[in-house]
């Protein structure tokens, strides 16, 4: 490593950290319809937003109306999407006369962006016209993230409020999410992404000669708001194929910092979010402490195990150097590495580089990343309200060793909330487990799969994981788009997205409804070191005892046959 990776991965934590706290309590004061720098701009849009859909802003929901609200929203979406890219051939802004989807492709797809996993089995700029990329992909990403925001406000209100009966306003929450949270930050990213050369454009995709004499068709279109919104919403699907590999999504060093750190900048602001929320800051440094120990074990044994010399290659005339196959060269390996990592903490699943090229230890690292709920910072709002549950199971198991009734910031733990714990904690193994084992028994969705022994059975591991975890960042090598795969990980991006969204907010309904307790000199306390490092081993405890024994018979034997 030289002084430009370190310089790199400085930017970086810099660029993440610094405005957290700042934007965390700026996303406090918009979601609570407080007073912000933007309201005399943005108030009147709000209020306009409200008067056409018949939004009484005013009026609250049970948590029983407020998960009608969000899924009858996220269903609306999906089914406009999936019409969308069916009927693709026959709408416009289609310079390129582009055909409608395959059904199941189109279910596949539709699925993806709705629950905002982005898991794409396409080339985007060889399937998908304009107006499939801005209608139905960029509104996807819109919408999808501030679902995932709206959901950990209401758990948020669930534990700081005392007695309530209500969580907020799905709608409202909605629409302050977008018009407040994401559009700004967008609209300055994709500014500076054009600035440093990604196009935004409705122009016909442009034909070049090559040296060889051969026609190439160079592809634009209205990339940089996509993928402006693709990372700073944690969605990451890309407007080109090969995603943020390509130069046109990715064009220099300073676009890459700038993407790299948008993918976990409103996720670590969340953090601080949620510690206004409850009126203790305190939580928010333990669990940013906790996400932060977790990302660094990831991240530093990833960085060592790709600066490792390849054993099939070792010849001791010849200096060995960090294997170049499957990074981005432009950037270094240092750069695909920290992508690497920070996609598959946050739920995003943008790449820089070939995951499949990833040697063993790193492919690990990203995969138990994803594993463990994707809670290292996560999704907007996902990854937090799932670090949230992770929280209050370590609480319940400090309950119990010391012999009190689990409590957590004033409210005790009963048998509702640990049964609806214990129904998260199923998620994972269902949609990744159930669905990959069915997918591996089965000789012809098995097919899929390029390579022989371990790295073949990562590649279909990845798949259903990424899946599972709404995730959308691809291992390579799996040939993802049939008839069976496109069904399957749509299920298990459905079972990944709600078998979360629909406890949370059962939990955070019941927390709302009770009295908060006075935390006294006896109460276990949750902003210490101590808890700190009892959540960070709860979480890879319970990572661990699901997933090790498919690890082994993938990344670990493979790490374990090298050389030999």
Request: glycine share 10%; with cysteine; hydrophobic share 50%.
């Given at each position: 490593?030289?002084?430009?990776?370190?310089?790199?991965?400085?930017?970086?934590?810099?660029?993440?950290?610094?405005?957290?706290?700042?934007?965390?309590?700026?996303?406090?004061?918009?979601?609570?319809?407080?007073?912000?720098?933007?309201?005399?701009?943005?108030?009147?849009?709000?209020?306009?937003?409200?008067?056409?859909?018949?939004?009484?802003?005013?009026?609250?929901?049970?948590?029983?109306?407020?998960?009608?609200?969000?899924?009858?929203?996220?269903?609306?979406?999906?089914?406009?999407?999936?019409?969308?890219?069916?009927?693709?051939?026959?709408?416009?802004?289609?310079?390129?006369?582009?055909?409608?989807?395959?059904?199941?492709?189109?279910?596949?797809?539709?699925?993806?962006?709705?629950?905002?996993?982005?898991?794409?089995?396409?080339?985007?700029?060889?399937?998908?016209?304009?107006?499939?990329?801005?209608?139905?992909?960029?509104?996807?990403?819109?919408?999808?993230?501030?679902?995932?925001?709206?959901?950990?406000?209401?758990?948020?209100?669930?534990?700081?409020?005392?007695?309530?009966?209500?969580?907020?306003?799905?709608?409202?929450?909605?629409?302050?999410?977008?018009?407040?949270?994401?559009?700004?930050?967008?609209?300055?990213?994709?500014?500076?992404?054009?600035?440093?050369?990604?196009?935004?454009?409705?122009?016909?995709?442009?034909?070049?000669?090559?040296?060889?004499?051969?026609?190439?068709?160079?592809?634009?279109?209205?990339?940089?708001?996509?993928?402006?919104?693709?990372?700073?919403?944690?969605?990451?699907?890309?407007?080109?194929?090969?995603?943020?590999?390509?130069?046109?999504?990715?064009?220099?060093?300073?676009?890459?910092?700038?993407?790299?750190?948008?993918?976990?900048?409103?996720?670590?602001?969340?953090?601080?979010?949620?510690?206004?929320?409850?009126?203790?800051?305190?939580?928010?440094?333990?669990?940013?402490?906790?996400?932060?120990?977790?990302?660094?074990?990831?991240?530093?044994?990833?960085?060592?195990?790709?600066?490792?010399?390849?054993?099939?290659?070792?010849?001791?005339?010849?200096?060995?150097?960090?294997?170049?196959?499957?990074?981005?060269?432009?950037?270094?390996?240092?750069?695909?590495?920290?992508?690497?990592?920070?996609?598959?903490?946050?739920?995003?699943?943008?790449?820089?580089?070939?995951?499949?090229?990833?040697?063993?230890?790193?492919?690990?690292?990203?995969?138990?990343?994803?594993?463990?709920?994707?809670?290292?910072?996560?999704?907007?709002?996902?990854?937090?309200?799932?670090?949230?549950?992770?929280?209050?199971?370590?609480v319940f198991l400090a309950g119990l060793m010391i012999g009190r009734t689990p409590e957590y910031l004033g409210k005790k733990l009963g048998a509702r909330e640990v049964q609806l714990l214990v129904a998260t904690l199923l998620v994972m193994p269902v949609s990744v487990l159930v669905l990959g084992a069915v997918a591996a028994s089965l000789p012809g969705p098995a097919a899929a799969v390029s390579n022989p022994g371990a790295h073949g059975f990562s590649q279909l591991l990845y798949a259903y994981t990424s899946a599972?975890?709404?995730?959308?960042?691809?291992?390579?090598?799996?040939?993802?788009?049939?008839?069976?795969?496109?069904?399957?990980?749509?299920?298990?991006?459905?079972?990944?997205?709600?078998?979360?969204?629909?406890?949370?907010?059962?939990?955070?309904?019941?927390?709302?409804?009770?009295?908060?307790?006075?935390?006294?000199?006896?109460?276990?306390?949750?902003?210490?070191?101590?808890?700190?490092?009892?959540?960070?081993?709860?979480?890879?405890?319970?990572?661990?005892?699901?997933?090790?024994?498919?690890?082994?018979?993938?990344?670990?034997?493979?790490?374990?046959?090298?050389?030999?």
């Amino acid at each position: 490593m030289h002084g430009y990776d370190f310089g790199l991965i400085l930017a970086f934590f810099a660029l993440v950290l610094v405005p957290a706290p700042f934007l965390g309590r700026f996303y406090y004061r918009v979601m609570e319809g407080q007073r912000t720098w933007l309201s005399p701009i943005l108030s009147p849009v709000e209020r306009g937003c409200y008067r056409l859909a018949g939004v009484d802003a005013t009026v609250e929901q049970s948590w029983q109306k407020y998960t009608l609200a969000l899924l009858a929203f996220n269903l609306a979406g999906f089914v406009l999407l999936f019409a969308i890219l069916l009927l693709q051939g026959y709408l416009p802004l289609n310079t390129d006369q582009l055909p409608g989807m395959e059904w199941t492709q189109a279910f596949n797809t539709a699925v993806s962006f709705m629950t905002n996993t982005n898991w794409q089995s396409y080339s985007g700029e060889a399937s998908l016209s304009y107006l499939s990329q801005m209608v139905g992909l960029t509104v996807q990403n819109f919408v999808s993230a501030a679902t995932g925001l709206a959901v950990l406000v209401a758990l948020c209100r669930g534990i700081g409020r005392k007695s309530a009966t209500t969580l907020g306003n799905f709608w409202v929450d909605m629409t302050r999410a977008t018009l407040y949270g994401l559009l700004p930050l967008c609209l300055l990213l994709a500014l500076l992404l054009v600035w440093q050369g990604v196009p935004q454009t409705f122009a016909h995709y442009v034909h070049g000669l090559t040296l060889q004499g051969a026609d190439q068709v160079i592809p634009l279109g209205p990339a940089a708001s996509q993928i402006a919104i693709k990372q700073l919403g944690t969605n990451g699907g890309g407007f080109f194929g090969v995603n943020s590999a390509h130069p046109f999504e990715n064009p220099t060093a300073w676009s890459n910092l700038f993407e790299v750190a948008s993918i976990i900048l409103i996720p670590a602001a969340l953090v601080f979010t949620f510690g206004h929320y409850v009126k203790d800051l305190r939580q928010s440094r333990a669990i940013i402490a906790c996400m932060l120990a977790l990302f660094l074990i990831g991240g530093a044994t990833s960085l060592w195990a790709e600066y490792q010399p390849n054993p099939a290659l070792d010849n001791p005339a010849v200096e060995q150097t960090a294997p170049l196959e499957g990074k981005e060269t432009r950037f270094g390996t240092t750069a695909t590495v920290l992508w690497s990592v920070t996609t598959t903490a946050a739920s995003n699943g943008s790449v820089n580089g070939m995951h499949d090229s990833l040697n063993p230890l790193s492919g690990m690292v990203s995969l138990v990343n994803m594993m463990v709920g994707e809670v290292i910072f996560g999704g907007v709002g996902a990854g937090l309200y799932g670090m949230l549950l992770n929280v209050l199971i370590a609480v319940f198991l400090a309950g119990l060793m010391i012999g009190r009734t689990p409590e957590y910031l004033g409210k005790k733990l009963g048998a509702r909330e640990v049964q609806l714990l214990v129904a998260t904690l199923l998620v994972m193994p269902v949609s990744v487990l159930v669905l990959g084992a069915v997918a591996a028994s089965l000789p012809g969705p098995a097919a899929a799969v390029s390579n022989p022994g371990a790295h073949g059975f990562s590649q279909l591991l990845y798949a259903y994981t990424s899946a599972g975890a709404n995730n959308g960042s691809a291992f390579a090598g799996f040939g993802a788009n049939t008839p069976f795969h496109n069904l399957m990980l749509g299920l298990g991006m459905l079972i990944g997205r709600f078998g979360y969204i629909l406890p949370v907010l059962a939990l955070a309904g019941s927390l709302a409804l009770k009295k908060t307790a006075p935390i006294g000199q006896n109460s276990f306390p949750t902003h210490g070191p101590l808890f700190v490092t009892l959540l960070t081993v709860t979480i890879l405890l319970v990572g661990g005892l699901t997933f090790l024994p498919t690890l082994a018979l993938g990344p670990i034997a493979e790490h374990l046959s090298m050389g030999f």
